[in-house]
């Protein structure tokens, strides 16, 4: 659900109409094509990890197994980095989103907007740090509720 919802949440439905707007179909899919068999291969590759090494926590520490400790921590900071930018950019997208019902969020960086955002970021840290558990429900709940209109997209 975790990865559903990022991918939906990183602009899915934004980015396909980018990709349209400068790609002729066939190009376009072979690239999604290609995408989404490298994502597969990822995921295989960390559940194998997972099921020969479970002692290991994450990728960083199979990086700092299988390479060494600057392989780790640069793995590890990779990955911190990442997700700040990432919740930066599904912040400054939902804002702009309820922009499309209240302007003064309509640019995504307005001062209303980054409140708004710390808020919620700091709603979501605070499920984490209370358990995984309570994070999991809530991104299951957010995943049904972003599936829901692209169900009835291709229903209607």
Do not use: H
Not at 38 to 65: H, M, N, T, W
């Amino acid at each position: 659900m975790l990865i559903i919802s990022s991918a939906i949440g990183a602009g899915i439905f934004d980015a396909t109409q980018q990709l349209a707007a400068v790609a002729t179909p066939g190009p376009a899919l072979v690239a999604w094509g290609i995408t989404g068999i490298g994502i597969f291969c990822l995921a295989l590759s960390l559940k194998s990890l997972s099921q020969l090494y479970p002692e290991l926590d994450g990728v960083s520490d199979c990086a700092r197994a299988g390479f060494g400790n600057f392989a780790g921590f640069i793995s590890g900071w990779g990955y911190w980095l990442s997700a700040w930018v990432g919740n930066i950019a599904f912040a400054t997208m939902m804002m702009s989103a309820i922009g499309y019902f209240i302007p003064s969020f309509k640019s995504g960086n307005s001062i209303p907007a980054v409140i708004l955002a710390s808020i919620i970021s700091w709603l979501l840290t605070l499920f984490v740090i209370n358990g995984v558990e309570s994070a999991a429900f809530v991104n299951t709940i957010i995943t049904i509720i972003k599936l829901v209109p692209i169900a009835a997209f291709i229903i209607f």
